[in-house]
């Protein structure tokens, strides 16, 4: 019988959940694997980075080998319904989304939570570069791989079970780790820099099933300057993102930026480099991880986006569920759709979707 | 886990009987010759793998020159409907008679004639999972080259009408197949008795090891092979017969027939108070198939508001080990055709789990079981709510 608690791992089959899940074997938690079948068409496609027979194989084969239990899970009705259909639908309205939050929100730490309840599971583990500390979420340790920024969504009393193993650690010590283990086959294995459900990086296809080909963010429309200028035709709004440059015409003096897309018009607007700078910016959906949220006149860092560097900003105000700031510094495009994360130093103190 | 785990999945798969392992292992290494072979090793082998036939043959009431040996009984499967249809196809007939609820290696080579060009009907099935034998008089005709009914249904263990609807299609001049994997060595099967033309069983149902089967070709029925090469088995299964498992399939099926009739007994028994500990402690429980006549060694449930997955994952961590139905295919997820067949509300077929009693089953562990099923409900349905 096994004294240590029990802790439910999500193990995608990659390196990063393949380590998780031997180092709490190593400290000897009461570990179950399993892995979340969260669309169908995974199983046609090798060497897709989630949800195919290759990948689930992958996990089962480490679970084995680490001696613990492993479950494949279906969850593909309430990833349909709250990621995929969700991503679709901001696509639709000119905003771009990024399903990894939500999956974050509704499907890891909700709907896992809830088999972890099942199965008595104190804790979840996942292979995320981000640590819990003292009931609060960090960024992890490797500035290059923290995943923070897609964690601000998630109910903040999960936040004291978890279990982020490698968030400690970088990713050349997480691959060395999988080596000293010889963990089967994930060592070496190509990171997954897509969307899981999107093959090949073709979200267009996606839209296109969802929303058939005569949407309106799929249907022709006119590029036009911000002085309302009409420089072009475009192919459907939804394959453009602000701060894009591919996919627009050339020819003109100053290289061109997308800085918005309006829906109502079906219009993509166009401008020089400096057209994409803001200092303001407004988010809506705003879940706090702390236990005081930032009030106006605080100081806090901002990303807008995966990776970019963090900005120092100021509260302008925060009403419920809502949040807006002046970042010091102009940053370049602010996208709807998208989210800000807040930090106070390596504290996550909460997010929201860019308005 | 402080109390050894408990295999409730017989139906899925059965431990290889000893006797069975002490059979075959001589033909693995001194007597290891390939039957085809004119010299004395292959002469032995040739001795051993008639004689597994001929005891195969007397297990079903058959001649040895009408078993096939197959891999399996999905070969089998496929062997006698894509093998039977494709030559009365080429008669002129083409019309294939099934039910939604076979096994899918009956479903898959039935739908693979459809594509070949065959006339697929597929017979109405009652609320009970009993075939309804107006459709079939309505769909068994003339036209019909062959008809395929499983005789046991492997998720609900409810038993087929399968002399009426042998009955049927030899008047309406068709070929009848009937898949017994989970019949034999429950029911009395008997080719002398039943007016089938094909006839498939699977040795790892009942203490043979897997990858071994027969399918049983009456005299006279044409079959086209799925398979090219060597003339082995009469030209209908080329390959060098596998004598071990040819001898594993004997022993084990004479030994099923030995104590069929006590073990019927014994594992009706624990089924039955397994299904009645059970429906006493979750007084919502339904039990598929009670309406009708079952195989003693299968019970098939579903629990309202809790979904297989979560169920058999609660009752796994908890030592027990039991199936939604159908162990094929890992990752797959969707829901029993089976139980939608019969016409369930998706959301009980999607609760659905299969419990299967046999040799590893005893009494104490029916009442562990009935002891922490309730636990393991509680937990599927706490991991059904969002957090």
């Given at each position: 019988m096994n004294a240590m608690p029990r802790v439910l791992v999500a193990m995608s089959g990659g390196v990063d959940s393949s380590v998780a899940a031997a180092l709490l074997v190593r400290q000897g938690y009461d570990v179950v694997g399993v892995t979340m079948k969260l669309?169908?068409?995974?199983?046609?496609?090798?060497?897709?980075?989630?949800?195919?027979?290759?990948?689930?194989?992958?996990?089962?084969?480490?679970?084995?080998?680490?001696?613990?239990?492993?479950?494949?899970?279906?969850?593909?009705?309430?990833?349909?319904?709250?990621?995929?259909?969700?991503?679709?639908?901001?696509?639709?309205?000119?905003?771009?989304?990024?399903?990894?939050v939500r999956c974050n929100t509704f499907t890891k730490f909700s709907d896992l939570v809830a088999k972890a309840d099942g199965i008595d599971a104190p804790y979840?583990?996942?292979?995320?570069?981000?640590?819990?500390?003292?009931?609060?979420?960090?960024?992890?340790?490797?500035?290059?791989?923290?995943?923070?920024?897609?964690?601000?969504?998630?109910?903040?009393?999960?936040?004291?079970?978890?279990?982020?193993?490698?968030?400690?650690?970088?990713?050349?010590?997480?691959?060395?780790?999988?080596?000293?283990?010889?963990?089967?086959?994930?060592?070496?294995k190509a990171e997954s820099q897509e969307i899981c459900f999107v093959p090949d990086g073709d979200y267009v296809q996606i839209l296109r099933?969802?929303?058939?080909?005569?949407?309106?963010?799929?249907?022709?429309?006119?590029?036009?300057?911000?002085?309302?200028?009409?420089?072009?035709?475009?192919e459907g709004f939804a394959r453009y993102t602000i701060g894009q440059r591919r996919g627009l015409p050339g020819g003109s003096a100053?290289?061109?930026?997308?800085?918005?897309?309006?829906?109502?018009?079906?219009?993509?607007?166009?401008?020089?480099?400096?057209?994409?700078?803001?200092?303001?910016?407004?988010?809506?959906?705003?879940?706090?991880?702390?236990?005081?949220?930032?009030?106006?006149?605080?100081?806090?860092?901002?990303?807008?986006?995966?990776?970019?560097?963090?900005?120092?900003?100021?509260?302008?105000?925060?009403?419920?569920?809502?949040?807006?700031?002046t970042l010091r510094s102009p940053v370049s495009a602010i996208t709807p759709g998208q989210s800000a994360v807040f930090y106070d130093g390596t504290r996550v103190l909460g997010g929201g979707f860019i308005h | 886990m402080p109390q050894p785990p408990i295999?409730?999945?017989?139906?899925?798969?059965?431990?290889?009987?000893?006797?069975?392992?002490?059979?075959?292992?001589?033909?693995?290494?001194?007597?290891?010759?390939?039957?085809?072979?004119?010299?004395?090793?292959?002469?032995?082998?040739?001795?051993?793998?008639?004689?597994?036939?001929?005891?195969?043959?007397?297990?079903?009431?058959?001649?040895?020159?009408?078993?096939?040996?197959?891999?399996?009984?999905?070969?089998?499967?496929?062997?006698?409907?894509?093998?039977?249809?494709?030559?009365?196809?080429?008669?002129?007939?083409?019309?294939?008679?099934?039910?939604?609820?076979?096994?899918?290696?009956?479903?898959?080579?039935v739908h693979q004639t459809a594509r070949e060009g065959g006339d697929e009907r597929l017979l109405a099935i009652d609320a009970t999972g009993v075939v309804n034998l107006d459709s079939a008089r309505q769909h068994i005709r003339g036209d019909v080259a062959l008809v395929s009914v499983m005789w046991v249904n492997n998720e609900t263990g409810v038993i087929q009408p399968i002399a009426e609807l042998a009955a049927l299609a030899k008047e309406a001049g068709a070929i009848f197949h009937t898949d017994a994997v989970q019949a034999f060595g429950k029911l009395e099967v008997d080719v002398r008795t039943l007016r089938c033309d094909f006839l498939s069983v699977s040795g790892h149902k009942f203490?043979?090891?897997?990858?071994?089967g027969a399918v049983y070709v009456r005299r006279g029925t044409p079959l086209a092979p799925l398979f090219f090469g060597g003339s082995q088995d009469r030209g209908r299964r080329p390959g060098t017969e596998n004598t071990p498992m040819a001898v594993a399939?004997?022993?084990?099926?004479?030994?099923?027939?030995?104590?069929?009739?006590?073990?019927?007994?014994?594992?009706?028994?624990?089924?039955?108070?397994?299904?009645?500990?059970?429906?006493?402690?979750i007084p919502e429980l339904v039990v598929h198939g009670r309406g009708a006549s079952r195989v003693p060694h299968i019970l098939h449930v579903s629990v309202p508001d809790a979904d297989s997955e979560s169920l058999l994952m609660a009752l796994d961590l908890a030592g027990v080990a039991a199936s939604s139905g159908s162990a094929c295919q890992s990752g797959s997820v969707t829901p029993s055709h089976v139980l939608s067949a019969m016409g369930l509300p998706p959301a009980l077929g999607a609760s659905a789990v299969r419990m299967s009693v046999g040799k590893l089953t005893n009494d104490e562990q029916i009442d562990r079981v009935a002891a922490l099923f309730p636990e393991a409900v509680k937990a599927a349905r706490a991991m059904a709510g969002r957090f």
């Open positions: 669309f169908e068409d995974g199983a046609e496609l090798p060497d897709r980075p989630c949800c195919s027979l290759d990948a689930t194989s992958d996990a089962r084969r480490v679970a084995e080998q680490l001696g613990i239990p492993h479950y494949v899970l279906n969850m593909i009705d309430h990833f349909g319904r709250d990621v995929i259909a969700d991503f679709v639908a901001e696509y639709a309205r000119g905003r771009t989304p990024i399903p990894c979840v583990a996942t292979g995320h570069y981000a640590r819990a500390v003292a009931g609060e979420l960090h960024r992890g340790a490797d500035d290059n791989k923290d995943q923070t920024y897609f964690l601000w969504g998630i109910n903040r009393d999960v936040v004291k079970r978890m279990l982020l193993p490698v968030g400690e650690m970088t990713k050349a010590e997480t691959r060395a780790v999988a080596r000293e283990l010889q963990l089967p086959r994930v060592a070496d099933r969802e929303l058939g080909d005569t949407a309106p963010a799929l249907s022709p429309g006119r590029i036009v300057t911000t002085a309302g200028d009409v420089v072009g035709e475009h100053d290289p061109m930026y997308v800085v918005a897309l309006r829906p109502e018009t079906r219009e993509v607007v166009v401008g020089p480099r400096a057209a994409l700078l803001g200092t303001h910016l407004s988010a809506s959906g705003v879940n706090w991880l702390v236990d005081t949220a930032p009030r106006a006149g605080d100081e806090v860092q901002v990303r807008i986006r995966h990776r970019a560097p963090l900005a120092p900003a100021v509260v302008d105000a925060v009403a419920d569920g809502a949040v807006s700031v | 295999y409730l999945d017989h139906a899925a798969t059965t431990p290889v009987r000893p006797e069975v392992l002490e059979a075959m292992l001589p033909y693995y290494s001194a007597k290891f010759g390939n039957a085809s072979s004119a010299h004395r090793w292959g002469r032995e082998a040739r001795a051993a793998t008639d004689a597994a036939r001929e005891r195969i043959a007397a297990c079903l009431g058959a001649q040895p020159d009408e078993i096939c040996l197959t891999s399996g009984g999905t070969e089998a499967d496929n062997l006698a409907v894509l093998g039977g249809w494709r030559v009365q196809q080429g008669r002129g007939r083409a019309g294939i008679v099934s039910t939604p609820i076979e096994h899918k290696a009956v479903l898959e080579s203490g043979a090891p897997k990858s071994i399939l004997a022993t084990a099926m004479e030994l099923a027939l030995a104590e069929r009739d006590a073990e019927v007994a014994r594992l009706r028994a624990l089924r039955d108070r397994l299904q009645s500990l059970l429906t006493e402690r």
